[in-house]
């Protein structure tokens, strides 16, 4: 059937399952614009500002596992996009964005509106397209989407100059795709897995880490299981929160830079670590050469690039994180080891360590402390709010006081660390899910970053639920300037912070404000009973506060500084674990 | 160590972009790089010459491959392989010199391919060794203007590395 390019690209989305399209029109981008005008399947959310766009269908893929999309126009809309992407490319998240380019006969001509958007984006896509014929285009949709979402996911660009949209052609759906440079692998290489297993039979002291590809590939029952048959103690990434219940007495919390006390000297004096979905950023390895001295490494990822990439690898196993546990517990279930009485001496261990230094900091019944505000929220959504975050401390304490016990509900810019992910991506996750209660945890900063996206949660009714942390500053630089620059705060002090609750009013939100530790609770409380509108609620929580444990930058995962309370860590011997 | 890498990619724009941006962004080095469409005309070849250790030579080809427009890569250090490369040099030696210079083109096979009143413009092809000794031989007379296409290289069929 013959149609016009715009047409044939929105009967793509809609042959992909897309029900919700992020986007900002624009010049080289109005046949589009002008074929959703009259389109019922399928609904555009109008942001106010590209990078919104690209952050809110980002969010919308995290929490709904589909691929999450956006549409720009030309020139400044597609490289206001950019930011959006590499922050997609950094955490694998499956997203296609689709930009306005000027007609193919301009290009490179410096038309208005031109950007080379195709050759800015090749570091921080998956993979970009131009589409120079209308042609091409149904063909290339289903490509970018397949691309998107298979593998190790992320984000991918394609580009479509005006007289592609404009043109005419016809409309044939390719039935399927077949790519001669692209076939991710899935299945792990048998000996490899067993070899993995082998190493759980073998070790004394192994620790789990389990990352955001336990989330990508749906792995969290799989995890579970294995972590539960073999009694192994598990941490996770800042990006695998959820993918392992916080709650479950194996869990040892986060590593790392801010990671638990338990789970960082865990790491450090294991013999094993089974790394699934992982790819030992340097937020977590510490100095690497120091990280897990005595430990053998398996690395489970799809993605070979990941494997020996930072750190050394003994049981390298390429495959997808579902396929390869299943794989392995399957191994593990023949075997006849007595796991409960094998793991004894070292779970009491990392008992000990979890009683030794829980996460901790000083209440105040007269100024806010922020980790109360966490925990609060944590307390009156039963743990089972969406949160989204912000990046600095607002984001470690999310991290830290939260308990995720489900996966897909803990949404943060994990590895481009974007100030102003937070709020896009909570609208892009209340899209996907309606009915959810959604958190963005926020700091005063970044808030303002995409704060104008105020006007979309209010226009689409998304009762959206803004914990700004205002601390008056930008806490976590504050918070370096302070131990490692001699409190000299430079350009921290963030001096004059709008009143979060005029601007709320302002928008047509909700604007609540606490100011006295007694004030928390109740705000909160009547921030969930609002259900058609956004709400910013202004914390004006203790400037001092910052975030513990932190391991310095450089410093091994167990050269932790702790609080004011300070005080000498034992050393660990692990001659003292007995194995029956 | 220097490596020898042969790439497989489709014949497509841009390729030859995203390979180049793989290598400058994450600080690897291309010390020689050649192009050429193969016979299908859909797929082109490349040889690129890195240098590494093996933890740097193996995430070279991991990321070569992770390209979607990568269709094969391999490491020719694995295998029994020959390599050639052209070179053509614009000499302008003392007109004493000009029969000892022609003699050196011939030892080398190389042959003239332009001739001036002062210059002569030489051909030749050979590993890497070959040509190294073929342009010291010739500098000393007066190397006027000089370009190589960079290596190519293929794999030795049935022959194992000992």
């Given at each position: 059937?013959?149609?016009?390019?715009?047409?044939?690209?929105?009967?793509c989305?809609k042959?992909?399952?897309?029900?919700h399209?992020f986007?900002?029109?624009?010049?080289?981008?109005?046949n589009?614009?002008?074929?959703?005008y009259?389109?019922k399947q399928?609904?555009?959310?109008?942001?106010?500002?590209?990078?919104?766009a690209v952050?809110?269908?980002?969010g919308?893929?995290?929490?709904?596992?589909k691929?999450?999309v956006a549409i720009?126009?030309?020139?400044?809309?597609?490289?206001?996009t950019?930011t959006?992407?590499?922050?997609?490319?950094?955490?694998?998240?499956?997203?296609?964005v689709?930009?306005?380019?000027?007609p193919?006969?301009?290009?490179g001509?410096d038309?208005?509106?031109?950007?080379?958007i195709?050759g800015?984006?090749?570091?921080?896509?998956?993979h970009?397209?131009?589409?120079k014929?209308?042609?091409?285009?149904?063909?290339?949709?289903?490509e970018?989407?397949?691309?998107?979402?298979?593998g190790?996911?992320g984000?991918?660009?394609?580009?479509?100059?005006?007289?592609?949209?404009?043109?005419?052609?016809?409309?044939?759906?390719?039935k399927?795709?077949?790519?001669?440079?692209?076939?991710?692998?899935?299945?792990g290489?048998?000996w490899q897995m067993?070899?993995a297993?082998?190493?759980?039979i073998?070790?004394?002291?192994?620790?789990?880490?389990?990352?955001?590809?336990?989330?990508?590939?749906?792995?969290?029952?799989?995890?579970k299981?294995?972590?539960?048959l073999?009694?192994?103690?598990v941490?996770?990434?800042l990006?695998?929160?959820?993918?392992?219940?916080?709650?479950?007495?194996?869990?040892?919390?986060?590593?790392?830079m801010?990671?638990t006390?338990c789970?960082?000297m865990?790491?450090?004096?294991?013999?094993?670590?089974?790394g699934?979905?992982v790819r030992?950023?340097?937020?977590?390895?510490?100095?690497t050469?120091?990280?897990?001295?005595?430990?053998?490494?398996?690395?489970?990822?799809?993605?070979?690039t990941s494997?020996?990439?930072?750190?050394?690898?003994?049981?390298?196993?390429?495959?997808?994180?579902?396929?390869v546990?299943?794989?392995?517990i399957?191994?593990?279930?023949?075997?006849?080891?007595?796991?409960?009485?094998?793991?004894n001496?070292?779970?009491?261990?990392?008992?000990?360590?979890?009683?030794?230094?829980p996460?901790?900091?000083?209440?105040?019944?007269k100024v806010i402390?922020p980790?109360?505000?966490?925990?609060k929220?944590?307390?009156?959504?039963?743990g089972?709010?969406?949160?989204?975050?912000?990046?600095?401390?607002?984001?470690?304490?999310?991290a830290?006081?939260?308990?995720?016990?489900k996966?897909?509900k803990?949404?943060?810019?994990?590895?481009?660390?974007?100030?102003?992910?937070?709020?896009?991506?909570?609208?892009g996750?209340?899209m996907?899910?309606?009915?959810?209660?959604?958190?963005?945890?926020?700091?005063?900063?970044?808030?303002?970053?995409n704060?104008?996206?105020?006007?979309?949660?209010v226009?689409?009714?998304l009762p959206?639920?803004v914990?700004?942390l205002n601390n008056?500053?930008?806490?976590?630089?504050?918070?370096?300037?302070?131990l490692?620059?001699?409190?000299?705060y430079?350009?921290?002090?963030?001096?004059?912070v709008?009143?979060f609750?005029?601007?709320a009013?302002?928008?047509?939100?909700v604007g609540?404000?606490?100011?006295t530790t007694?004030?928390?609770?109740?705000v909160?409380k009547?921030?969930?009973?609002?259900?058609?509108?956004?709400?910013?609620?202004?914390?004006?929580?203790?400037?001092?506060e910052k975030?513990?444990p932190?391991?310095?930058?450089?410093?091994?995962?167990?050269?932790?500084?702790?609080?004011?309370?300070?005080?000498?860590?034992?050393k660990?011997?692990?001659?003292?674990?007995k194995?029956? | 160590?220097?490596?020898?890498?042969?790439v497989l990619?489709?014949?497509?724009?841009?390729?030859?972009a995203?390979?180049?941006?793989?290598?400058?962004?994450?600080?690897?080095n291309?010390?020689?790089?050649?192009v050429?469409?193969t016979?299908?005309?859909?797929?082109s070849?490349?040889?690129?010459?890195?240098?590494?250790d093996?933890?740097?030579?193996?995430?070279?080809?991991?990321q070569?491959n992770?390209?979607?427009?990568?269709?094969?890569?391999?490491d020719?250090?694995?295998?029994?392989?020959?390599?050639?490369?052209?070179?053509?040099?614009?000499?302008?030696?003392?007109r004493?010199d000009?029969?000892?210079v022609?003699?050196?083109?011939?030892?080398f096979?190389?042959?003239?391919?332009?001739s001036?009143?002062?210059?002569?413009?030489?051909?030749?092809?050979?590993?890497?060794?070959?040509?190294?000794?073929?342009i010291?031989?010739?500098?000393?007379f007066g190397i006027?203007?000089?370009?190589?296409?960079?290596?190519?290289?293929?794999?030795?069929?049935?022959?194992?590395?000992?």
């Amino acid at each position: 059937m013959k149609m016009s390019g715009a047409e044939i690209l929105i009967e793509c989305l809609k042959k992909e399952g897309v029900k919700h399209v992020f986007g900002y029109p624009g010049g080289v981008v109005l046949n589009i614009f002008d074929v959703l005008y009259d389109e019922k399947q399928l609904k555009l959310i109008l942001t106010r500002h590209e990078q919104g766009a690209v952050h809110a269908a980002d969010g919308y893929a995290r929490v709904s596992g589909k691929v999450g999309v956006a549409i720009v126009t030309s020139g400044p809309g597609a490289t206001n996009t950019v930011t959006g992407l590499a922050t997609a490319s950094m955490d694998s998240i499956p997203i296609v964005v689709f930009t306005g380019q000027v007609p193919t006969m301009l290009i490179g001509n410096d038309a208005f509106q031109e950007a080379d958007i195709v050759g800015i984006t090749r570091p921080c896509t998956k993979h970009n397209f131009l589409v120079k014929d209308v042609k091409d285009l149904a063909v290339t949709v289903r490509e970018a989407f397949h691309i998107a979402s298979t593998g190790r996911p992320g984000p991918v660009l394609v580009d479509l100059p005006k007289d592609v949209t404009a043109g005419t052609g016809e409309f044939i759906w390719p039935k399927e795709v077949h790519i001669k440079g692209y076939n991710p692998k899935y299945e792990g290489n048998k000996w490899q897995m067993k070899q993995a297993a082998n190493e759980i039979i073998k070790a004394k002291r192994p620790v789990i880490m389990a990352g955001g590809g336990v989330i990508l590939s749906d792995a969290s029952k799989e995890l579970k299981e294995l972590a539960e048959l073999t009694k192994i103690p598990v941490t996770m990434t800042l990006m695998g929160l959820g993918g392992f219940p916080g709650t479950n007495r194996l869990s040892m919390g986060m590593l790392g830079m801010h990671g638990t006390y338990c789970a960082n000297m865990a790491v450090q004096n294991s013999d094993l670590i089974v790394g699934i979905g992982v790819r030992f950023d340097d937020r977590v390895t510490g100095r690497t050469k120091d990280f897990a001295p005595g430990a053998k490494i398996v690395q489970i990822d799809i993605d070979p690039t990941s494997i020996k990439k930072t750190i050394r690898v003994d049981v390298p196993v390429v495959g997808d994180v579902k396929h390869v546990l299943k794989g392995m517990i399957k191994e593990l279930k023949e075997s006849k080891e007595q796991w409960s009485a094998v793991r004894n001496a070292w779970l009491k261990q990392v008992d000990a360590w979890q009683k030794e230094r829980p996460l901790d900091y000083e209440h105040d019944p007269k100024v806010i402390k922020p980790q109360f505000v966490v925990e609060k929220i944590y307390e009156l959504t039963k743990g089972d709010a969406v949160i989204c975050t912000e990046v600095g401390q607002n984001q470690m304490w999310a991290a830290q006081f939260y308990k995720y016990d489900k996966p897909r509900k803990w949404l943060s810019s994990g590895g481009l660390g974007t100030m102003g992910y937070g709020f896009p991506a909570a609208i892009g996750a209340q899209m996907a899910m309606p009915d959810a209660t959604v958190f963005d945890i926020a700091g005063d900063g970044s808030i303002q970053m995409n704060i104008q996206e105020l006007a979309t949660a209010v226009i689409n009714k998304l009762p959206i639920k803004v914990a700004i942390l205002n601390n008056r500053f930008l806490g976590m630089v504050r918070q370096w300037q302070e131990l490692f620059f001699k409190e000299r705060y430079s350009h921290t002090d963030l001096d004059v912070v709008p009143d979060f609750v005029k601007v709320a009013e302002a928008y047509g939100a909700v604007g609540l404000r606490a100011e006295t530790t007694a004030e928390v609770v109740p705000v909160i409380k009547e921030a969930l009973k609002i259900k058609n509108k956004p709400v910013f609620m202004d914390f004006v929580v203790d400037w001092k506060e910052k975030v513990y444990p932190m391991v310095p930058a450089g410093a091994a995962i167990d050269e932790m500084i702790f609080g004011e309370k300070k005080e000498k860590k034992k050393k660990f011997d692990s001659s003292e674990i007995k194995i029956a | 160590m220097k490596h020898t890498i042969s790439v497989l990619v489709e014949n497509k724009f841009g390729v030859l972009a995203r390979v180049a941006g793989l290598f400058s962004g994450r600080g690897f080095n291309i010390e020689s790089l050649s192009v050429g469409e193969t016979i299908d005309p859909n797929i082109s070849s490349m040889t690129i010459i890195t240098r590494g250790d093996d933890l740097i030579i193996e995430q070279i080809t991991k990321q070569l491959n992770k390209l979607v427009d990568v269709i094969k890569v391999s490491d020719l250090m694995e295998v029994e392989h020959v390599e050639r490369e052209m070179v053509l040099v614009k000499v302008s030696p003392r007109r004493e010199d000009r029969i000892e210079v022609l003699k050196i083109a011939e030892i080398f096979r190389g042959r003239i391919i332009d001739s001036g009143h002062s210059t002569f413009t030489i051909e030749t092809t050979g590993d890497e060794g070959k040509i190294s000794a073929f342009i010291e031989l010739i500098k000393p007379f007066g190397i006027k203007e000089f370009v190589r296409t960079g290596k190519v290289a293929i794999a030795r069929e049935g022959v194992k590395k000992p």
